[in-house]
């Protein structure tokens, strides 16, 4: 039994199994898969079924099975010879075989991201990070369109974001159609941090930016111009940590705004600032 000191080594840790179906009908996932490399191997069913450690029967009712729900067979038999024939993939089996090995080796690296970037519960979500996607704006945050609202020359899209706050983007209408974006689509925002505006108590005020994201300064590293101010937004539940907000502002800025681990800002971000991006 691990005791909490061990308990604290530990990581969440991802599983994955791949599976191909054709309209909906399971037809090959790993073990189907090793089974017909063995049966490529010893031209084989009976001589493959025993290399793998199961009956003929089994062996035959995979393959069978396969061959009934692929577009076309996988395995097919071959008759004549000295040997009286022998069973052979056919040339669309064998490209099945191949591209799921490569597809296999993608979605392991892909498991490997989400259990070395993503499952760190005290980290923000990062889409990018766990595509190994690396850009210059260093606010990243993924969310979900709930509103397309069309112009003549530009689109207003809405998000909601994991904490459940909202941000506005303005896009054009070609970036609209070329996106595909539409209600419930999962999309990245991204933000420079120099576009990042920080205020203070904005109770009263009016300004022109329409996203407003009100948290919690967690972070400011001092540089000889500039600082960088990274600050983190409660949830809709009113949980903090919930939105990692990086802005970079003026040095004499920090001073003025009483800037430092513990003060309350509103984050100001304006629409025509949110670059919107999805995955293809």
Do not use: C
């Amino acid at each position: 039994m691990a005791t909490k000191k061990n308990r604290g080594k530990q990581r969440l840790q991802v599983h994955g199994a791949l599976w191909l179906s054709m309209d909906g009908a399971n037809v090959a996932g790993q073990g189907r898969i090793a089974l017909l490399r063995a049966v490529a191997k010893h031209g084989s069913i009976t001589q493959a079924a025993k290399a793998f450690g199961m009956s003929y029967k089994a062996a035959w009712d995979a393959i069978d099975t396969m061959n009934q729900r692929s577009r076309t067979p996988v395995v097919e038999r071959v008759t004549g010879g000295r040997g009286g024939g022998s069973t052979l993939l056919t040339a669309y089996g064998q490209r099945l075989v191949e591209r799921y090995a490569q597809v296999q080796a993608v979605h392991q690296r892909f498991l490997q991201l989400l259990e070395q970037d993503a499952m760190d519960l005290e980290q923000p979500f990062s889409m990018l990070k766990v595509l190994n996607m690396k850009t210059s704006a260093r606010n990243q945050w993924l969310g979900e369109v709930t509103a397309v609202h069309s112009g003549a020359v530009n689109d207003e899209v809405e998000l909601r974001l994991p904490g459940g706050q909202r941000l506005s983007a303005m896009v054009t209408r070609d970036s609209t159609g070329a996106l595909g974006l539409k209600p419930q689509l999962p999309v990245i925002a991204l933000v420079k941090s120099s576009a990042v505006l920080l205020a203070v108590d904005l109770e009263t005020a009016r300004v022109s930016a329409g996203n407003r994201l009100a948290g919690t300064v967690v972070r400011v590293t001092p540089g000889a111009v500039n600082a960088e101010v990274i600050v983190r937004t409660p949830d809709a539940a009113g949980v903090d940590g919930a939105l990692e907000v990086v802005a970079v502002v003026p040095q004499t800025a920090v001073a003025e705004l009483g800037l430092k681990p513990g003060a309350a800002v509103t984050a100001l971000v304006k629409a025509s600032d949110v670059v919107l991006a999805v995955v293809s």
